[in-house]
């Protein structure tokens, strides 16, 4: 089968992986989650997240771009969303919708059910990612499979530093004055001060994921000019998106395209940020047994009834 997608911007840090064995060992070397603090008083962060694609030749592309291939993307997910918001109360209990003003919220539940949005699905697990890059695949679809890997990390590095920057771009046009800044502690002497800076270092990003997903003015412009792709989870999980350990990316540029709005914020990044791991179909039934064995199945990532199906369908292929 020819993929008809066009190639991705990024076309580096390709690691073929023809076998279970191989894709563990480039697994395994990545760093795993982990937050904490350093001399200074300031946080660091270490993690890779992960998106499975049945094709290769797959774009980095949220569905909202698949279903609008132009730059009005913006515009139709804000009457998608509209359109959603006015009915959803007549099918969903009123204690499971968000507030009106949590756009994220509403994204997230959109995206759940199919509605074309701006989010990307990603996972904190490369195991699932590769699960769903094999997940449902026809035999003969095409030669390769793929996972992305994105250094987490260094994405919220970048996309905090955007952030700043478009904050800047908005109090130089209302003519404000420049936030006082406050002297960090060399030595965080107790855990409430521990504790009082994670609380401010979450309601920060909070609010730079609130902005971004309502950008104007200058902010927009500064957004279009530089790319602003960050990682976003709603106040609520759904049962999937909890057990997959998904988390969202999202463009807050909105006259580009995903891809050329995270080309662009990354541009410069010295450190190898994203890695693509190609597997052969050849080895994908191999992989599935493997991932079965762990853990990682249908029924454990869709805990429903669908999942249970699915379930059922592995069984038969893999054992029976």
């Known amino acids: 089968m020819v993929c008809a997608a066009q190639e991705s911007r990024f076309r580096e840090n390709i690691l073929p992986c023809p076998d279970w064995i191989t894709i563990r060992e480039h697994f395994d070397q990545l760093p795993k989650p982990a937050r904490g603090w ?166 920060y990003w909070d609010t730079s994921i609130r902005k971004a997903l309502y950008p104007c003015g200058p902010r927009r412009e500064h957004f279009n000019r530089r790319g602003f792709v960050a990682e976003a989870l709603p106040t609520k999980h759904n049962p999937r998106l909890s057990s997959q350990q998904g988390v969202f990316l999202f463009n807050g540029a909105e006259s580009r395209t995903f891809e050329a709005s995270l080309e662009l914020m990354m541009r410069g990044v010295e450190t190898q940020w994203y890695k693509r791991f190609r597997v052969p179909e050849g080895a994908l039934q191999e992989m599935e047994q493997q991932l079965f064995q762990l853990n990682v199945h249908d029924l454990s990532l869709f805990p429903d009834t669908e999942g249970l199906a699915g379930f059922v369908r592995q069984k038969i292929r893999l054992h029976w």
């Open 38 to 203: 350093d001399d200074d008083g300031e946080i660091w962060r270490k993690g890779w997240i992960f998106r499975g694609q049945k094709e290769e030749c797959y774009l980095l592309e949220p569905s909202i771009e698949r279903a609008y291939p132009s730059t009005d993307w913006n515009e139709a997910e804000y009457k998608a969303l509209q359109e959603f918001q006015s009915k959803a109360g007549l099918h969903m209990e009123a204690a499971r919708l968000p507030k009106p003003g949590d756009k994220l919220g509403w994204l997230a539940i959109m995206q759940h059910y199919g509605a074309p949005t701006r989010l990307l699905d990603f996972t904190y697990s490369p195991y699932v990612a590769l699960y769903f890059a094999l997940r449902n695949r026809r035999k003969g679809e095409s030669a390769f499979a793929k996972v992305w890997g994105l250094d987490a990390a260094a994405l919220r590095k970048q996309a905090a530093r955007t952030s700043r920057e478009a904050d800047k771009a908005v109090r130089e046009h209302r003519g404000l004055p420049a936030p006082r800044l406050r002297r960090a502690s060399l030595i965080l002497e107790d855990m409430t001060t521990l504790l009082q800076r994670t609380q401010e270092d979450d309601r």
